[in-house]
């Protein structure tokens, strides 16, 4: 039943190498695309969580989550377009894909608020995601443009964290998988 202790530290289990030397998460494009996306997500919930506990007004409690999942799902994207999907594993397109997931996760954090917000008010029915003067919130479609506006504020605040943050997350990442890439070459 129990493992001999020399096994126990030959892989652990978050890098379980496969026959052909590539670790376990760096076996599909959809699995390296979410293991980036996963990366940056701290940098969303920790800017979110700043922004929130900095925030004036009771709006921007779930700010981290909305943070989180806008960076989860901008890297992964992009990760996918800019480099899985064309096959370009250099460490510049890493570190572009990054840094335009700096950028961009930006209204995709506003659009998810303006999204809960209207879910909140529409189909929950809670006053909680109406105005102070209990106006509904800006709907979908002119949440698309409320959003890029919102993130030039975002963007004058944060940017300068998220924009090379993600490009540095890119670049490391772009740079360990170039290196499995060619011990798996090597090695076989």
Do not use: Q
């Amino acid at each position: 039943m129990d493992k001999p202790l020399s096994s126990l530290h030959e892989a652990p289990s978050w890098g379980r190498v496969l026959k052909h030397g590539m670790v376990v998460w760096t076996r599909t494009a959809v699995l390296r695309s979410l293991s980036i996306g996963i990366l940056y997500c701290p940098v969303g919930l920790g800017l979110g969580a700043f922004a929130a506990y900095e925030a004036i007004g009771e709006g921007y409690r779930f700010f981290p989550l909305y943070g989180g999942v806008a960076a989860l799902i901008t890297c992964s994207v992009l990760w996918w377009l800019i480099i899985e999907r064309p096959c370009h594993r250099g460490v510049a397109a890493g570190i572009v894909a990054g840094a335009l997931a700096g950028l961009l996760s930006h209204p995709v954090c506003w659009y998810l608020k303006i999204l809960a917000a209207n879910i909140g008010y529409w189909v929950l029915r809670t006053g909680a995601y109406s105005s102070s003067l209990g106006e509904p919130p800006v709907d979908p479609l002119n949440g698309l443009w409320g959003a890029f506006v919102l993130s030039l504020w975002s963007w004058l605040f944060f940017g300068w964290v998220t924009i090379p943050s993600g490009g540095i997350i890119g670049g490391l990442f772009a740079r360990l998988l170039k290196r499995s890439c060619r011990t798996s070459v090597s090695g076989s």
